[in-house]
Antibody, heavy 119, light 108 residues
Framework: VQLVQSGAEVKKPGESLKISCKASGYRFTRFWIGWVRQMPGKGLEWMGVIYPGDFDVKYSPSFEGQVTISADTSISAAYLQWNSLRASDTAIYYC?????????????WGQGTLVTVSS | DIQMTQSPSSLSASVGDRVTITCRASQNITNYLNWYQQKPGKAPKVLIYGASSVQSGVPSRFSGSGSGTDFTLTISSLQPGDFATYSCQQTYTTPMYSFGQGTKVEIK
């Protein structure tokens, strides 16, 4: 199992961005993929999750309306998208897979994508 | 929203020490509690799920306990590779699977 995320991005406030998380080594449509934010020097924040099998998306209330989570099953990729970035979106963003378990936890993680938003 | 509060925020310990980190939930989450370890510049790694189940491949010196609102992660004998930040996560309420703020374990 591998989750490989797209590379670091430097953007200006107001710009749009879509980062990716490409999965391999398992059946992509059978497992939830979550997104986690980590602002500089801070803790982990749960953003939301998608089930690629039916494209069901659940957002943390803190992030609903601020980002869009999507997936493309033809290439086994999940995405996190912003329409208008803010400086406060500067962070590392991780994707991670829900484990094949009756328990809800994240067993495989991407390497993280650093997003820097600065004028 | 369920708030997760960890204590302490940081601690200093020596190799061989027994280390205990606490996570408190703002309401009952039964045993829907996970623990992750994160080293600088790396993605988190799950250690414990379901409050007390050790993930495959995780050394037996790591253990978890608790239920309801109070949980503990214990490292029985701290090893050099254990210096890292540890975070708890509740998965009781969909879709807000909130994390604690993290506990940084540093070398004394």
């Amino acid at each position: 199992v591998q989750l490989v995320q797209s590379g670091a991005e430097v953007k200006k406030p107001g710009e749009s961005l879509k980062i990716s998380c490409k999965a391999s080594g398992y059946r992509f449509t059978r497992f939830w993929i979550g997104w986690v934010r980590q602002m500089p020097g801070k803790g982990l924040e749960w953003m939301g999750v998608i089930y690629p099998g039916d494209f069901d998306v659940k957002y943390s209330p803190s992030f609903e309306g601020q980002v869009t989570i999507s997936a493309d099953t033809s290439i086994s990729a999940a995405y996190l998208q912003w329409n208008s970035l803010r400086a406060s979106d500067t962070a590392i963003y991780y994707c991670a897979r829900r484990a094949d378990s009756s328990w809800w936890f994240l067993d495989y993680w991407g390497q993280g994508t650093l997003v820097t938003v600065s004028s | 929203d369920i708030q997760m509060t960890q204590s302490p925020s940081s601690l200093s310990a020596s190799v061989g020490d027994r280390v205990t980190i606490t996570c408190r939930a703002s309401q009952n989450i039964t045993n829907y509690l996970n623990w992750y370890q994160q080293k600088p510049g790396k993605a988190p790694k799950v250690l414990i799920y379901g409050a007390s189940s050790v993930q495959s491949g995780v050394p037996s010196r790591f253990s978890g306990s608790g239920s309801g609102t109070d949980f503990t992660l214990t490292i029985s004998s701290l090893q050099p590779g254990d210096f890292a930040t540890y975070s708890c996560q509740q998965t009781y309420t969909t879709p807000m699977y909130s994390f604690g703020q993290g506990t940084k374990v540093e070398i004394k």
